[in-house]
């Protein structure tokens, strides 16, 4: 069985530590056996990991979660990456196609869906698997694993199964209908009949989801489909297929299940109160505290707040009204003020807009033992570079030195540089330009050696 995490999203629920670059996901606020932090999808790549899963999974993500996901999963994860965001139909489509003719899959072979950020025990993972079994014995379209509710809530979807199982002997239930989000009092009664909770895990024959990229004239070859991406329509699976598919199933899942999508239920499986630098007074109850920064928080004589403080912002909230955050926060336009790369992380200082349509950001930017940035140069921008930790390797305009602590480094438009940190670096970059984007890098190289090689070329010459 082939398995698909479906990485995307912004995660402005979780703002301001979550934004366009940063989603739920990637935040590092739950603690491993170890009682070190780890982000959701850290957390479920090793649980994969444990049940035998991960070396058959592929993760597809959005050009700006790249970078993230090799950081924190060491580069042990394949990815597909979508050429641009079209919601999760798109996406699983070009995730068949990429099985299909690249993985070159069996279309008898069974393909799962689940979303990269449940909060489970490793025995959903288990049960996940079971679902191989499930689409062959039943010969159903689509096989959906759903959790039985603990109590009404109005915050999931419900899969209502039919009275009957589809097989006397069977551990699964053709699908009835399916009920959006009711209220609290329609879920309980929906619970009464049965009704499991939606939990986004679904899997089918490749074959099913090839033969509706045929039907529509759409190409079924993984690299064709990239080049067609952006025609193909911006619809969930669920609307352009589920609704469509007559013969479903459904395997229950009677185990621990969570949604962390909200500050009020992420901070119930923290395994801390603080995380950064801050003091949280002993009359103060329910209180968790997440500071990004290096200035100290205070929280004195609160109960059941969040207060979550990043580069993004500051947000101090009642926890059961911490889910009306994307409500507010959705007509922030802002860039992302972090941001973590393979090579390390960013975090902006300050950005300043001066006379005559200049620009002015600063950056503290860390870069790890063994990693570097690509050869690059920019357009409309000049950098000027400050050591403050760490040594490493320079190249610039084709030439190689050593650098460290105090050095400073001036880098003017159109001017070719990379760095590789021998020991964790840390430095001061300052911009001024006209256009501070980062869209304004052209890529040279990217991997150390091929700089090396490129330097040694030119000096021969």
């Known amino acids: 069985m082939n ?54 999974s592929v993760i597809a993500t959005s050009k700006s979660q790249v970078d993230m996901i090799h950081s924190q999963l060491s580069n042990e994860a394949d990815l597909i990456v979508e050429p641009m965001r079209r919601d999760t139909f798109p996406a699983i489509a070009l995730a068949a196609s990429y099985i299909y003719s690249v993985k070159k899959a069996s279309l008898d072979e069974v393909v799962a869906i689940l979303p990269v950020d449940p909060y489970v025990d490793d025995a959903f993972f288990n049960r996940v698997k079971e679902l191989e079994r499930v689409v062959q014995e039943s010969e159903s379209q689509l096989a959906l ?5 603990t109590y009404p809530s109005s915050k999931y979807g419900y899969i209502v199964p039919a009275e009957e199982k589809k097989a006397s002997k069977a551990d699964y239930l053709s699908v009835n209908r399916f009920t ?16 499991l909770w939606n939990c986004g895990v679904f899997a089918f024959k490749l074959e099913y989801v090839i033969s509706i990229l045929e039907a529509k004239g759409w190409p079924t070859d993984y690299e064709k489909l990239l080049k067609q991406y952006s025609t193909l329509p911006k619809i969930s699976f669920d609307y352009e297929v589920v609704e469509k598919t007559k013969d479903i199933v459904v395997l229950p899942y009677d185990g621990y299940w969570k949604d962390l999508g909200t500050w009020n239920t992420l901070t119930e499986e923290m395994g801390t109160v603080k995380i950064g630098k801050g003091v949280i007074s002993e009359d103060s109850e329910g209180v968790h505290l997440i500071n990004e920064l290096d200035i100290p928080v ?14 993004d912002g500051i947000l101090v909230s009642d926890k059961e009204s911490s ?25 902006v200082l300050d950005y300043t807009k001066l006379e005559e349509e200049k620009e ?3 950056k503290r930017i860390g870069v790890a033992a063994g990693k570097n940035l690509s050869y690059q140069l920019h357009d409309y921008r000049d950098e000027v570079w400050t050591i403050i930790k760490g040594e490493g390797e320079l190249v610039l305009n084709d030439r190689l030195q050593m650098v460290k602590p105090g050095d400073v480094i001036k880098i003017a438009a159109g001017e070719k540089h990379a760095i590789k940190a021998i020991s964790d670096m840390e430095f001061i ?33």
């Open 323 to 347: 889910p009306r955050i994307k409500e507010l926060v959705g007509e922030f336009d802002n860039r992302p003020m972090y941001e973590e790369r393979r090579w390390g992380w960013y975090r």
């Open 180 to 195: 959006e989000k009711p209220s609290e009092t329609a879920a309980a009664d929906l619970i009464k009949h049965n009704a």
């Open 429 to 461: 970059e300052v911009q001024t330009g006209s256009q501070l984007i980062e869209e304004d890098i052209v890529r040279l190289y990217m991997e150390w050696d091929a700089i090396q090689e490129h330097v040694l070329s030119v000096k021969e010459v």
């Open 145 to 149: 694993i759903g959790v039985t509710p």
């Open 3 to 56: 398995l698909v995490l479906l990485s995307g999203g912004s995660g402005k629920r979780l703002w301001p530590l979550s934004n366009d670059a940063r989603s739920k996901q990637f935040l590092k606020v739950l603690e491993d056996k170890n009682q070190s932090l780890e982000s959701m999808v850290q957390r479920v790549w090793s649980q994969l990991k444990n049940v035998g899963l991960a070396e058959s």
């Open 298 to 311: 205070t929280v004195l004589g609160a109960s059941n707040l969040v207060v979550a403080v990043s580069p």
């Open 360 to 362: 002015v950001l600063t």
